[in-house]
């Protein structure tokens, strides 16, 4: 069952801008602490930017002053805009969840991941 989905990818020439956003499912009852995470081909999957319940924010020095993260509680969805795009962001980007499942009458802990978007940066 897929619980995030991704959105927002795409292709973009360098020092373009791109907005990712990642909504969660109707089994989802409240988004947590949440986050993006990148992998480009050969590499480690890595860390990008965090946010926490109350709106605190964590990025990689990589994407720091080029990147934001934000959050819609009411839509349980998350946001990450990019903007001054470079190369070196190629990567599919997954969205990730600490979030709080419904599956009838039981409610439960769970992270989850979403199935990535792909974001090519090219001249």
Excluded at 82 to 89: A, H, I, R
Aim: hydrophobic share 35%.
């Amino acid at each position: 069952q897929v619980h995030l989905v991704e959105s927002g990818g795409g292709l973009v020439q360098p020092g373009g801008s791109l907005r990712l956003s990642c909504a969660a499912s109707r089994s989802v009852v409240m988004i947590n602490h949440s986050g993006w995470y990148r992998q480009a081909p050969g590499k480690e999957r890595e860390l990008v930017a965090t946010i926490t319940n109350g709106g605190t924010t964590n990025y990689n020095d990589s994407v720091k002053g080029r990147f934001t993260i934000s959050r819609d509680n009411a839509k349980k969805t998350v946001y990450l805009q990019m903007n001054s795009l470079k190369p070196e962001d190629t990567a599919v980007y997954y969205c990730n969840a600490a979030a709080t499942l419904v599956e009838g009458d039981i409610a439960y802990e769970k992270t989850i991941w979403g199935q990535g978007t792909q974001v090519t940066v090219s001249s």
